[in-house]
């Protein structure tokens, strides 16, 4: 016999993969590029010149046996390092090696934070709209992800909600600013407010209650905006980073998990992350990526068309009458569609070869979601086709 859990889920497939899976194929009659494909996550800007130069020269210069060697089971120590200076360095911190655990991408980074913080049963709450694979990120650990419903007006926190939600279950709460897939980021009011509430239940349950906050997008703020940087506002914080997106490095699976010092038990916690890893298989992220990663700390990929995309589809948008909070950050605009069934709204776009992803599938009905990692030209190229699908469905 054969799983049945793993097995069920094939018949629950990623909306946004199928999407995308759909995009490839019409671009297979028409051509790619004009296929208006807004679905998929995946950056458009090559990694920095640095960190190629900084492979190559690894790869001509350094030990073999260190650069494809396995990696300690936290990580490789310089490396370890080196993160924890830049992290405080930037934001005023005080981390050292101790407080960092290397893992897999933002993917690889939650699973072990989860686990670290949760025992089967035990709830952790997440706010809509949500990456949907948290769903299955929390509920193959065997604790119980809830959602929160949305604040459609500014999609900062429902607190309201929340609130209600709150029970003695609850041991940590998961939040992801800037947030995929509306591109707000939370301010500091909403991250100050979270904290005082989550200070108050810890005391009232008599257990510590954790955030666990998925950075992936940190480094993709618009102008004017500041991220501001969770575990500064929250002692029991486990940061999730990636440079997947920072560095357009998504296939080279790398990231990290920073646990705030101040947070109960921080060094146990990094050290429980080797344990978990030892279950999981998540382990030993390649050692030559972790090497070129802690070289090039400071840079990103050019980031920069992601605003001027941002800037074209959120004018675009608003002079069609959608209704949209304008995104502070990431590559994603979650705008309200135009009927009450973005299902139904975004099957209608498809007959324009616009490729939306309805916001079902991302615990808010109502919206879509854009992604916005495409070339400007395509992103040019695609708005009378946008027009035209208004006029002539909603017109
Ligand atoms: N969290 C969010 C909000 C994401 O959007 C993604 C990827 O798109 C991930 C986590 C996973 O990122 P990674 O590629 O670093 O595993």
């Known amino acids: 016999m054969v799983s049945e859990q793993y097995k069920a889920m094939l018949s629950g497939k990623s909306v946004i993969r199928t999407l995308s899976e759909f995009a490839a194929k019409r ?3 028409i051509g790619y590029e004009n296929v208006f494909d807004y679905s998929l996550g995946n950056p458009s800007v090559p990694v920095p010149q640095e960190f190629t130069d900084c ?3 690894m790869l001509q210069n350094d030990n073999p046996m260190e650069l494809h060697g396995y990696s300690p ?4 120590p310089s490396v370890r390092a080196k993160i924890a200076q830049s992290l405080n360095e930037r934001f005023g911190m005080n981390y050292g090696p101790e407080h960092i655990f290397m893992a897999s991408g933002a993917a690889g980074a939650l699973a072990h934070a989860y686990r670290a913080v949760t025992q089967p049963g035990d709830e952790i709450l997440t706010f809509a709209p949500y990456f949907p694979e948290y769903n299955p990120y929390v509920n193959l650990t065997g604790a119980v992800l809830k959602i929160v419903p949305a604040d459609t007006d500014s999609f900062q926190i429902n607190f309201e909600a929340f609130e209600e939600m709150l029970n003695e279950k609850v041991m940590a709460v998961l939040i992801n ?4 897939p509306s591109g707000v980021v939370y301010s500091e009011e909403t991250i100050e407010h979270l904290a005082g509430i989550l200070r108050e239940k810890e005391k009232e349950y008599g257990h510590d209650i954790f955030i666990i906050s998925d950075e992936p997008y940190r480094e993709i703020a618009f102008a004017g905006v500041k991220v501001p940087y969770v ?3 929250y002692d029991n914080t486990i940061s999730c980073y990636s440079y997947s997106k920072s560095l357009s490095l998504p296939g080279e699976r790398i990231g990290y998990v920073a646990v705030n010092p101040a947070c109960r038990d921080a060094e146990t916690i990094v050290n429980m ?7 999981i298989g998540h382990n030993c992220p390649p050692s030559i990526i972790q090497l070129a990663v802690s070289r090039v700390l400071d840079k990103t990929a050019d980031l920069s068309v992601y605003e001027t995309n941002r800037n074209l589809l959120y004018d675009c948008l608003t002079e069609l009458g959608f209704t949209c909070v304008k995104p502070g950050g990431t590559f994603y605009i979650f705008p309200k569609a135009l009927e009450e069934d973005a299902g139904i709204f975004c099957q209608k776009a498809l007959k324009y070869d616009l490729i939306l992803v309805p916001g079902d599938t991302f615990g808010c009905p109502g919206y879509f979601r854009m992604a916005y990692c495409i070339d400007t030209e395509k992103v040019e190229r695609s708005l009378p ?3 035209k699908f208004v006029k002539e469905e909603y017109g």
């Not at 089971?73 to 490789?76: A, C, D, K, T």
């Not at 600013?177 to 995929?180: A, L, T």
């Not at 992350?273 to 279950?279: D, K």
């Open 55 to 57: 492979m190559i020269e």
């Open 273 to 279: 992350c080797g344990q978990i890893s030892r279950g």
């Open 27 to 29: 671009g297979e009659e």
């Open 385 to 387: 086709a946008l027009r």
């Open 177 to 180: 600013s800037p947030n995929n």
């Open 231 to 233: 575990s500064g506002y």
């Open 73 to 76: 089971s936290l990580g490789i």
